[in-house]
C-alpha cells in the first residue's frame, strides 16, 4: 500500500510562486514508480500537470505549464515538489500527486493507482 500526502497550496496572486510537496510512504522503494501532478478545477476533468520516472529522473509536462512549473523528487525525504512560478488564475485548481509502478502513458489518469486527498491552489487575477 501506498500513502500519498500532499501540502503547500494556497491563496497567492498572479505572478506569484507556490511550491507543492508530495510525501510518499508505503512498503516498497519507489525506485520503479511514477509520480505524478494532476489538477482538477470545478467542473472540469482532472488533467495532467507533470510527472517524474523516481529512477531515472525524466520528466514530462503539460503543454500548459511548460517553461513555469518544475517536477522534482527529493529520493531521501521519499518526497515529490511542484514548484509553480508565474501563477496564472488558470492555474487554479486542486492539486493531486498519483503514483504507479507501471506507468506507460504518464500523462494519463487512469494509469495511476495511488492518489494523495489533494490541496487547493487559489490564484487571484
Known amino acids: 500500500q501506498v500513502r500519498l500526502v500532499e501540502s503547500g497550496g494556497g491563496l497567492v496572486q498572479a505572478g506569484a510562486s507556490l511550491r507543492l510537496s508530495c510525501a510518499a510512504s508505503g512498503r516498497t522503494t519507489f525506485s520503479s514508480y511514477v509520480m505524478g501532478w494532476f489538477r482538477q478545477a470545478p467542473g472540469k476533468e482532472r488533467e495532467f500537470v507533470a510527472a517524474i520516472r523516481w529512477s531515472s529522473g525524466t520528466t514530462y509536462y503539460a503543454d500548459s505549464v511548460k517553461g513555469r512549473f518544475t517536477i522534482s523528487r527529493d529520493n531521501a525525504k521519499r518526497t515529490v515538489y511542484l514548484q509553480m512560478n508565474s501563477l496564472k488564475a488558470e492555474d487554479t485548481a486542486v492539486y493531486y500527486c498519483?503514483?504507479?509502478?507501471?506507468?506507460?502513458?504518464?500523462?494519463?489518469?487512469?494509469?495511476?493507482?495511488?492518489w494523495g486527498q489533494g490541496t487547493q491552489v487559489t490564484v487571484s487575477s
Open positions: 498519483a503514483a504507479d509502478s507501471r506507468v506507460g502513458h504518464p500523462q494519463e489518469v487512469s494509469e495511476y493507482d495511488y
